[in-house]
């Protein structure tokens, strides 16, 4: 098993700038690709990036491609995505997924561990 656990959460205004970490934990030798989704009010659970756990390839929805970064830190056990510039639009509640299978995926489903999740509000 590996154990996910998000920080970072806030609320900003928009424009502003935001970091989520994730710690992960356990078996995390396992793991292939680690991703952020997030999910808003009333809305399906959604892509926002994705990285390989050991190698470089990373993917980002279009919705935020060219505002957030995701980045990893294979020392610490962590992921982070850096946000910036923030719209009204980015806020939810934001998942850290874990994948145990290597396709860099965007799709929920394909992911096997998550988090609890951290609450992201954008103010306009």
């Known amino acids: 098993q590996v154990q996910l656990v998000e920080s970072g959460g806030e609320s900003v205004q928009s424009g502003g700038s935001l970091s989520l970490s994730c710690a992960a934990s356990?078996?995390?030798?396992?793991?292939?690709?680690m991703g952020w989704f997030r999910q808003a009010p009333g809305k399906e659970r959604e892509f926002v990036a994705a990285?390989?756990?050991?190698?470089?390839?990373?993917n980002y929805a279009d919705s935020v491609q060219g505002r957030f970064t995701i980045s990893k830190d294979l020392v610490q056990n962590t992921m982070s995505l850096q946000m910036n510039m923030l719209k009204p639009d980015d806020t939810a509640v934001y998942y850290c997924?874990?994948?145990?299978?290597?396709?860099?995926?965007?799709?929920?489903?394909?992911?096997?561990?998550w988090g609890q999740g951290t609450q992201v509000t954008v103010s306009s």
């Open positions: 997924a874990a994948a145990r299978q290597p396709p860099l995926s965007f799709v929920v489903s394909e992911y096997d561990f």
């Open positions: 990285i390989r756990w050991i190698g470089g390839d990373k």
């Open positions: 356990g078996r995390t030798f396992t793991i292939h690709n």
